[in-house]
């Protein structure tokens, strides 16, 4: 039985907990606990373990890249942990396992860093440059930094839809990309990938790169909660990933696959998985690897629940910068748990379903069994 955590605190205790189990098998594993500033006690936790006799395969997971997507992501660890790893060959099988890259989301229930930042858009070098990315942001702000307090909910929820009708006619497609695919200047706007690379990032570049340089072939899987169908889990190539969408649903016997482009996901930048991914092709290109986002949908993938998951998101950022009434407040803490965390136990059953179906196939396809 897995479980999804209640609080970051209880999720790291667990997760550091595995070191005994994984040392069993994996003799010299060692746990880094970083911290992310002075004086706070919020860490990224990471368990490495090296193979016993040569190191071919590494297989790495992580976990919430943006916060609060993390409490389901430790529940899939956990499962990883209990069903997965007792198949892997501690002889020529090495792990990093990473819980959360974003430890300041995961405690206070947000998808952001401290600073106001989306990690996933902040995988990257020039940030001079991404200045001048996406350029109809602006256009968009008051349907998405509408920038005043929320009012109560049934008024706001009114404002947003007038908001919608009157962004429309620029078409659906259009807002879901502004609004989506990240932007560099507006810093308390939603989905502000940063001025410069943070902390987190900076951390992560560096312990990722240096272990996958030590093996031929590396998998590399990233939790998270929000997007796609509702009782399906998306799984997310990068847009460097020479297989096609439908390719990988065969090779890997997963029903539903998606590669990020405009067609089948959305323009993004700063993207983690495909820093690596990238990382590897251009410069060790003799080496293997797989790397993907797990995308558990929760509201759903809808034009209707897509209105709605981007007002939780819009309303949410518009309540730490603006603030609100209480009864706004409690509203959105209600809506955005269930955008990133859904209380419905069925819910949580399938999701676990859709996370063994793909262990299974990633890992026998890439010969991890
Ligand atoms: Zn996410």
Redesign the pocket.
Known sequence: MTFIPATYESSREKFRALLNTISDRWPGSRLLSHFIEAGSDLTIDVISANPTNEKQKLLILTTG??GI?GYVGSGILQLFIQEYLPRLDPGNTGLLLVHPINPYGMKYRT?INKNGIDL?RNFEEDFRALKLLNSHYESLKNLINPGHPLRNPLYEKIAFTWNVLKALPKGARHIRETALMGQYRVDNGIYFGGFEPQEETKFIQGILSSAIKQYNHTVLLDI????GPRWQMTLVNPPSEKMTANETAIRFKVPLVVGVNPDEFYTIHGDMIEYFHKMVLSEYPEKKIYAGSF?FGTYGDSLLEGIHSLRTTVFENTLRWHGGSDTARDWMKREYNELFLPSDPEWWQKAQADARCAFEGILSAEKYF
């Open positions: 890249l943006h997507e998808r996933n998270h909660t929000g997007y995308e």
